[in-house]
């Protein structure tokens, strides 16, 4: 569905993008996971048409965002991080006015929309400005999907939102991947990722990994352990003057912590950390996460 | 053409929701034409002049009472000398001191020339000139009626003027100002609301979700700019049947003709709007680079002065004012019932402008987005 082709774009002298590859296949949930300024929003403006790449080819089922962009607007929606609509257009001139834009009719498409819509019709005479965060994330992807896209954009749809919405949202896309509907979504949340079909892990314009999320857990080589105990600052220093580890950075309660070779060095450690003073240390063993992948594989970048 | 209507239907819903906005544009045009056309007068009354009279005479006292009866000075009392009729001037309590000096009645009667000695505060230089002028004019007035009194003889005069004040007779300042406010507050809307309503699709993020949609840019910018050239020539209308109705001024030439030349002058404003739009990010950003074309078009466009008086470089500059042409163009149909004919001149201007600031604006748009 979307094949991109080692694109780079650079803002002056920034590098936004740094010869990107990778394809997403029809039908699926593709999520693009990395933190705030990794590109994110960059890559998805230049898939669609709103950004001209410095080098590199972007095609979107067969079509060129940059001399096919008339074709290629009408085969996709598009959910902007902000919430882009017209707030003092009420609920239902919104979906209205975005269905007579591409031609077609809210009855048209009411399908694909129903579940969704549904959830906000009540309020449908409200101004959209005047809607809590959860229903104007509904009524963006109502009129995102209005005209029935074969390629689903949506760019940061979770950001500041709450963790039910967040839920909520995440069914909707699977229910909408029923219709055919292929979609390409990023988000900052790892926890997010494991919800997607496959992953790109993306960090400082470059693409780190595309994987399943299995795959992506999977690919992390060697035993990793939870550290936990005392002053965590202190531990993480401490930690990291030990020779054999190879990362340690904090996760919650927790330190995640993994040995140069992969092996488990675990009463060596102990020992150290005793020496230093930090007696009541406890070491356990853990199953990696995406995120301990993709600290690893920025540590390694 | 259903892509268009729905944007239009979609701009008319947006300025119908707009409450501020809507009241703006029917209490604007009444509150300036009321306000401003009566307040922003030129015409010289009630100056005020205190006299100094040394020489007491029967020609010095005429002088005297001649000036008090006129409507442009009234009289304060004499100063004991000279120099407290200056202290006079100087504390802004009059505006001329008007010094007679011994002799002058004799001097007159000898066949000599009489002087007197006009002091003026010119911290309003326009004020100053025309006091003056006034002045002397009532002194030829009083000389001369002395003249024929003392001798009975008519002087003969080599030259008499008569005049007459031509497509104005009453020469009503109001007749002037209101065609020039007008043009105002068509331009204003032209500017202002076309500029601030595009960027507020930037500022609000709206363009990104529109940039998207296969509407084109053309149409996407003619829906923009058909709801304010609408509201610009119903301002317009609304304007003249105020003019109309309150202060009685004349239509001599033809409406067809205003409105016409309104549509042409509009189509360049709302280019302007554009224009300014692609250079700004932000509603604020964009009123305050309007406001300063704003003020110079109007300051420079002869609605207050007159353009024959600025320095040639200054009427160079109005070569590409637009408010400069629009406001010879109304004032001319309206009280002189010009045509298209006596027009070509600032048609051509306006046609040139329009057609300029539009193709600017539309290549500079594509460029930014």
């Known amino acids: 569905m979307i094949d991109v082709d080692s694109i780079s774009k650079n803002y002056g002298k920034v590098s936004a993008l740094c010869d990107l590859s990778f394809k997403v296949r029809k039908g699926e949930l593709f999520g693009v996971i990395g933190p705030d300024g990794a590109g994110k929003s960059t890559l998805f403006r230049i898939i669609l048409s709103l950004l001209l790449p410095d080098s590199g080819k972007v095609s979107v089922k067969g079509l060129d965002p940059v001399q096919d962009y008339k074709s290629l607007r009408k085969i996709v929606g598009y959910m902007p991080g902000r919430f882009s609509l017209y707030e003092d257009l009420s609920v239902e001139e919104n979906l209205n006015f975005f269905a007579s834009v591409f031609g077609t009719t809210v009855e048209e498409n009411y399908h694909l929309i129903k579940g969704i819509y549904q959830q906000i019709e009540p309020f449908r005479k409200r101004p959209a400005g005047k809607l809590s965060g959860g229903m104007k994330q509904k009524l963006a992807l109502s009129c995102a999907l209005i005209h029935q896209p074969e390629l689903l954009v949506l760019d940061e749809p979770t950001t500041g939102v709450d963790a039910v919405s967040r839920s909520e949202f995440w069914s909707m896309l699977h229910q909408l991947k029923e219709f055919g509907i292929t979609i390409i979504v990023s988000t900052p949340y790892m926890d997010e990722a494991s919800l997607c079909d496959r992953v790109a892990l993306m960090q400082q314009g470059r693409i780190l990994e595309v994987a399943s999320p299995q795959d992506v857990v999977d690919n992390f080589r060697g035993a990793l352990f939870g550290v936990s105990g005392g002053n965590m600052y202190r531990l993480i220093l401490d930690c990291r003057d030990f020779d054999m580890v190879e990362t340690v950075f904090p996760f919650g309660e927790e330190l995640h912590l993994s040995f140069k070779d992969g092996g488990d060095h675990r009463t060596d450690l102990h020992e150290f950390l005793k020496r230093r003073g930090s007696d009541e240390v406890s070491i356990r063993t853990i199953q990696p996460g995406i995120e301990d992948r993709f600290m690893a594989l920025m540590a390694t970048s | 053409m259903r892509i268009l209507f729905a944007l239009l239907q979609k701009e008319f819903i947006q300025i119908k929701r707009n409450k501020t906005i809507l009241r703006l544009i029917i209490v604007l045009p009444v509150v300036q034409l009321l306000i401003l056309v009566n307040a ?32 442009f000075f009234r009289m304060s009392a004499s100063p004991p000398n000279v120099e407290s009729g200056i202290s006079q001037i100087e504390e802004g309590t009059v505006d001329f001191l008007l010094v007679i000096t011994d002799g002058f009645e004799k001097d007159a009667l000898a066949g000599n020339t009489s002087r007197v000695q006009l002091l003026a505060n010119a911290i309003n230089s326009q004020q100053a000139q025309l006091g003056f002028a006034y002045l002397q004019q009532v002194a030829h007035r009083s000389m001369k009626n002395f003249a024929v009194e003392m001798q009975g003889i008519v002087p003969e005069s080599k030259i008499s003027t008569t005049s007459a004040f031509w497509y104005n007779p009453e020469l009503n300042y109001k007749f002037f100002m209101v065609p020039g406010i007008l043009v105002v507050l068509v331009s204003v809307v032209g500017m202002f609301l076309t500029s601030m309503n595009l960027v507020r699709e930037k500022e609000m993020g709206t363009i990104e979700q529109m940039n998207v949609t296969p509407v084109r840019k053309s149409t996407f910018i003619v829906a923009k700019l058909l709801p304010f050239l609408i509201i610009g020539l119903f301002e317009l209308g609304l304007g003249l049947i105020i003019g109309k109705l309150i202060y009685d001024v004349p239509i001599e030439g033809s409406l067809w003709l205003i409105f016409g030349i309104g549509t042409l002058y509009l189509i360049g404003l709302l280019g302007l709007g554009l224009l300014l739009s692609t250079f700004s990010s932000s509603q604020q950003q964009v009123t305050f680079v309007s406001y300063f074309f704003l003020l110079v078009f109007i300051l420079m466009s002869g609605i207050f002065t007159s353009v024959d ?22 004032r001319s149909i309206l009280l002189k019932g010009a045509g298209l004919a006596d027009l070509w001149r600032q048609v051509g201007g306006i046609l040139f402008l329009a057609v300029t600031l539009v193709t600017l604006a539309v290549f500079n748009y594509r460029k930014a987005s």
Request: glycine residues 2%; aromatic residues 12%.
């Open chain 2, 40 to 71: 922003a007068t030129l015409e010289m009354n009630n100056l005020q002049i205190a006299v100094y009279d040394n020489d007491d005479s029967a020609l010095s006292s005429r002088l005297v009472s001649e000036l008090d009866a006129s409507p």
């Open chain 2, 309 to 330: 008086n600025m320095p040639e470089w200054g009427q160079k500059v109005n070569l590409i004012n637009p408010f400069f042409y629009f406001i010879d163009v109304m």
